[in-house]
């Protein structure tokens, strides 16, 4: 019985644990840039989904697609149809941190992450150069990348007149606040 | 001894899997509206729920030819010269949208606005879209006699409802009113209203992203006009990148509802109509 206890003591204290490390977000931004002489555009969205937990090192993004605004219901249009977001809604990135990172630290620091990217229902394995930063209010997440549309097999559809550039620069920036446990 | 190890082990490998786990993968609006009722603002002359978003203008031009009982002699009709309608229209929210066209046809030129009222969500909490719609033309071209400003006006007001009912189809029905300020008798024994009403049906499939086969139907409700036949037509519709094209065989020689209901003189299933294509593009201005 004293066993059960101790062991239940630790499944709280882990759940504690690992609760105090977690930060999350539902309201992150993501922008991806296509730059192609008059035919430059941006989309953004404001709902990116982050979990970031510090105690193992995971972190996990995604984003429903169709809140992307390009600012042109037309384009937001062919770009739904060019990512096929009714069969593959979302993009989204699980990976861990590859570098160190002080949680005592309140600057801003520099971290690469590892990982699984998925859009458009491929699937690659890639590095990402971005930046943490622990504040009062929570944890500051800034990367950024090119996003290759080749590799993920995304090709606008021959009947689109839309121009896109096939390396879409992607921005994530996000305040993470802190799970309640 | 064993045994509770054992559970605080698998507690302990329960607890590392669950912050190793991903999050489960959410739809970010799952109640919004729902999106593409129809493809364009208007199938052949009838109006759809299916307004601009803010800030987009579409440019549109309409015609239609002479009836294909012509035959070869006319070209199917051709020959006989277009009604055209270039209009173009803005969404000045994305529930607003304000137009304007010119017809060729007695040089009319509308005014138009559309006030989106309800818009049908994907959770269906909101099962149809309504759409006001009112439109004022005014005869430009020269008459016989020499009419007023105010005798030169026309009306139309219709209540849009939608519903698309899964991705391949969508029903509109839209009664509707038009009013002329002037009816000019012809004949002696014919029959002339002012206002008439009408009850108009509108119905999309789609074929896939970029095809679909759409009809309309727009019968005179009591009192018509002498000779009036009902509107009807079938449409072909295609979408690119930067157009919707239109083609279609319709039985109206207008693009403008309150002349469909009171111009009407081809009865489409006798069978008689005429080819027309309309050519919608899109440009967004913000």
Redesign the interface.
């Known amino acids: 019985m004293k ?2 206890f ?2 239940s003591l ?2 709280v204290l ?2 504690s644990f ?1 609760s105090a490390q ?1 930060f999350k977000t539902e309201e992150g931004k993501a922008t991806f840039y296509s730059k192609v002489p008059l035919h430059s555009f941006e989309g953004n969205s404001e ?1 990116l ?1 982050g ?1 970031v ?1 510090l ?2 090192g ?1 972190i ?1 993004f ?3 697609l ?2 992307l605004d390009t ?5 937001d ?2 770009m739904k ?1 060019t990512l096929e977001t009714k069969k593959y ?2 993009a ?1 990135f ?1 990976g861990k941190l590859d570098s160190d990172f002080d949680p005592e630290s309140s600057s801003v620091q520099d971290v690469s992450v590892k990982g699984t990217f998925k859009i458009h229902g491929e699937e690659q394995e890639i590095e990402v150069e971005g930046t943490l930063q622990l504040t009062d209010e929570g944890l500051h997440v800034t990367a950024g990348w090119i996003l290759s549309l080749l590799d993920y097999d995304i090709e ?2 021959k ?4 121009k896109v550039d096939k390396d879409q620069e992607i921005k994530i920036d996000a305040l993470l606040k802190p799970v309640e446990g | 001894m064993i045994k509770t190890a054992t559970t605080t082990l698998l507690f302990s490998l329960f607890i590392f899997s669950f912050s190793q786990a991903q999050m489960e993968r959410t739809r970010a609006n799952p109640d919004g509206p729902v999106d593409e009722t129809f493809l364009t603002k208007n199938i052949g002359g009838l109006g759809t729920v299916q307004l601009l978003g803010k800030g987009d203008l579409n440019s549109m031009i309409q015609h239609n030819f002479g009836d294909v009982r012509g035959g070869i002699d006319t070209f199917f009709g051709v020959d006989e010269g277009a009604n055209v309608r270039i209009a173009f229209g803005y969404g000045l929210t994305d529930d607003i949208n304000i137009g304007i066209g010119r017809t060729s046809e007695e040089d009319n030129i509308d005014f138009g606005v559309d006030y989106r009222i309800l818009h049908q969500t994907k959770s269906d909490r909101i099962p149809v879209s309504v759409v006001l719609k009112g439109n004022m033309g005014i005869t430009t071209g020269e008459k016989t006699y020499d009419p007023s400003l105010t005798e030169r006006l026309n009306y139309l007001g219709s209540l849009m409802l939608a519903r698309k009912f899964n991705d391949n189809f969508s029903f509109q029905i839209s009664p509707m009113v038009s009013h002329f300020n002037t009816v000019v008798k012809r004949e002696a024994n014919e029959e002339l209203y002012n206002t008439v009403f009408g009850l108009g049906f509108t119905g999309r499939f789609k074929l896939n992203e970029r095809k679909s086969i759409s009809f309309e139907y727009l019968p005179v409700i009591g009192d018509r006009i002498s000779d009036t036949k009902n509107h009807a037509a079938i449409v072909y519709e295609l979408e690119t990148g930067g157009h919707v094209f239109q083609m279609f065989f319709m039985s109206g020689r207008w693009f403008t509802e309150q002349h469909l209901l009171t111009r009407t003189q081809t009865d489409f299933f006798e069978p008689n109509f005429r080819f027309g294509f309309n050519v919608n593009r899109v440009f967004g201005l913000l």
């Open positions: 066993k059960l101790l062991a630790l499944l882990s759940v690992v977690s709902k989904v979990l937990n105690e193992d995971t996990d995604y984003i429903d169709e809140t600012g042109n219901g037309k384009r249009k062919d149809l809604p979302f989204e699980f606008p559809p009947i689109l007149f839309i």
